[in-house]
């Protein structure tokens, strides 16, 4: 394999083969996925549940679905945004339902929220993340871009903020899932989480001196607690 993916004329470097890291739920190993059980790929997309509008995620997606030549299982979970007509298409997911959807999906794609990103690393995914833009009115500030900016520089997750990165991530997954497995580890995923969440706090509490708004410590508390109670 050359290690680069072509686009009509146009040939782009693959996303990076993810390091093995390792994640567990309350001692528990993630069912291991096996990629050759299915012909069709089952993507998950999950834009969360903020009250904000995520066309530009919901779209892209949509359109990749139509146009790709690969069988392909799509449950896109679109919250307040406007519904697709892909099939599979469903606004919300019970915490039960999400973690089904997660250990059957063979990819992850997500936005920038960070519980959303732990789940999907905790079920064995490296999450092929689109953070939601301010600018675009898709949330109230930068937060995400700025986290996902961070872990995708540590190797985390592949960030894709244009339709041109998520397609070429999209299809590299397309041709090996396997490209975006991560492996489980009871002991490691505590470390993540924490690591995580303070990197999440420092990103939140440069927000908040941007903007002149106290930092939301609760949310990176609530990710430090669920570690402890891991153990």
């Known amino acids: 394999m050359s290690g680069e993916a072509t686009t009509g004329t146009t040939r782009r ?3 990076p083969q993810p390091q093995p890291v390792t994640d567990a739920e309350h001692g528990r190993l993630p069912r291991q996925r096996d990629a050759a059980s299915t012909d069709q790929l089952r993507v998950l997309v999950a834009v969360g549940t903020d009250k904000h509008q995520f066309g530009r995620l919901v779209d ?3 359109q990749w679905h139509a146009e790709t030549a690969g069988p392909v299982d799509l449950t896109l ?3 307040h945004t406007r519904a697709s ?3 599979g298409a469903v606004p919300f997911l019970g915490h039960a339902a999400l973690q089904e959807a997660m250990s059957r999906a063979d990819l992850v794609v997500c936005h920038g929220g960070p519980a959303t990103i732990l789940e999907a690393r905790r079920h064995g995914h490296l999450p092929i993340v689109v953070p939601r833009d301010p600018a675009r009115g898709e949330h109230v500030d930068d937060h995400q ?3 996902a900016r ?3 520089a540590a190797g ?3 960030l894709c903020e244009t339709r041109e990165q998520l397609y070429d991530a999209l299809d590299a997954g ?3 899932p396997s490209r975006y497995a991560v492996t489980a580890d009871p002991q490691a995923y505590q470390a993540q989480v924490t690591a995580v969440a303070r990197v999440g706090a420092i990103v939140d509490e440069l927000v908040a001196r941007s903007v002149r708004r106290p930092p939301r410590r609760r949310v990176w508390a609530r990710l430090r607690r669920g570690a402890e109670e891991t153990r």
Do not use: E, Y
């Open 13 to 15: 470097p693959l996303p």
């Open 60 to 62: 892209w997606l949509t």
């Open 77 to 79: 979970q679109h919250g």
């Open 85 to 87: 007509a892909v099939p």
């Open 145 to 147: 871009q700025l986290f």
């Open 150 to 152: 961070r872990l995708g």
């Open 156 to 158: 985390m997750v592949v």
């Open 174 to 176: 397309l041709n090996d």
